[in-house]
């Protein structure tokens, strides 16, 4: 058991508390060092008359290990409603489910249960739908649903740090599913699906931060510029660098100077601005209830994708309000938090206008702005996960969503495995 080892966390985002809550279970002495003045990083819930509004993440798929984590810290988890397993892509003015003629949806399912589905090196992501679901899955299905999730541009992105997930092995993608549900079979919960918390996803982040508070020593309104200074304020047997992104580059080429090795590769790496902003109304965005609405590039509006949240989780609203939550920026419209309130606002209500015509007006905006929120998942950051998994020691870690994946379910599996 590791008793005494001394485990310093940079970084009090949902990865770094996830990193230090497992490490304290497993008797570490944790040190967690955050540049805010509070924990949460992107993940916070802000709650007013109208409802609730996440700040970034609005849920989790489930597994057996964020139940866990939910009875540990005694956090009512809810389930997404029956309606919200509809989501909608958005073509020719229509929200679709499956925006494919006959003949293309022959070819996407056929190429789900025969096709190779095998990654192959340095293939793009486009490149990879078009070989395995077919040329029209790649532009009425790939590119929304990337675009939404990712914020990337399917053209550009990696396959391999997309999918390595779920793509792992050798034969098509129904058999690849198969397998990797089968690993996985003991990370199964008990209840399948999205989910998310009772009071937003900022009760997670407030419920880790305070079993941290209570069990480790925690610093917060400190920004740390180099590992040097880390090690020598906090000297520890294992650091763990959760500061995303743009804060890990830094880090690195310092680190790097330090030790002669060659210049990690980050001149091409780049992150995504998003704006995620909260209307709060007295009439819902569309009349079919569902998950939300996802659009391509070329869409006439400048929104990327629309959250319904009325109808995701139970609890989001008070009284008679409706909820969408609008999310902008990405590969396509990066500038896009340069945007004032004003603009932001007009732009929203341009946007919904779009999907309905006699929008009444609106009661209330929760608008946040988030710089460098994701990274691009392109060739170059599989090059810097190649250079960070050669050169660094065993003692120093970096995790994050720039790693294995942007989803909390993968956060969450990476803390859970390497703090076992
Ligand atoms: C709009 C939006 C919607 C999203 N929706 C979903 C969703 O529905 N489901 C989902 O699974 N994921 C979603 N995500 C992604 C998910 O929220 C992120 O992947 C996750 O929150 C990243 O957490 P993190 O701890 O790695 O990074 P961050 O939250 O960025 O935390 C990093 C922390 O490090 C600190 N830091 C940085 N530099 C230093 C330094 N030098 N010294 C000390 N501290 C430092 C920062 O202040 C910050 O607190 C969404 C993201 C956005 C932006």
Partial sequence: MAAHNRHTILGAGITGL???????????????????????????????????????ANGVINSSLFEELCRDLQLEMVTANKDASRRYIWQDGKLRRLPLKLGDKIRLFAGIAFKDATVQPGERLAHWGARVLGPSAVHSIMQPA????????VERMNAELVLKQRILGKGSMMR???????????????QRGLVSLRYGMGSLTDGLARFVRENAAVHYNCEV?????????????????????????????????????????????????LLSVTRFGSDPIVSKKGFGVLFGPEAPLRARGILFNNFIFPGRV??????????????????????????VRQQVEQDRRLLKTDSLPPRHYAIFRWNAALPAYEDELLHFNTWLDQYLPDSIRAEGNFRYGIGLSTILERAWLLNS
């Fill in 18 to 56: 996830l990193h230090a809550w497992y490490a304290i279970k497993r008797g570490e002495d944790v040190t967690l060092i955050e540049k805010a003045g509070r924990a949460g990083g992107l993940i916070h819930t802000i709650h007013n008359e109208f409802g609730m509004a996440e700040t970034a």
């Fill in 146 to 153: 990337f675009g939404g999730i990712y914020a990337g541009d």
């Fill in 176 to 190: 690849q599913l198969r397998l990797s549900r089968k690993e996985k079979k003991h990370l199964q919960p008990k």
């Fill in 225 to 273: 510029a180099d590992i040097k200074t880390l090690q020598a304020n906090w000297p520890a047997d294992r650091y763990t660098l959760t500061v995303g992104i743009a804060g890990l580059i830094p880090l690195v080429k310092a680190l790097a100077r330090e030790h002669g090795w060659p210049e990690p590769p980050v001149a091409a790496l780049h992150s995504y601005n």
């Fill in 318 to 343: 008070h009284q008679d309000n409706f909820s969408e939550t609008f999310i902008y920026g990405g590969a396509f419209d990066n500038r896009v938090t340069d945007l004032d309130d004003e603009m």
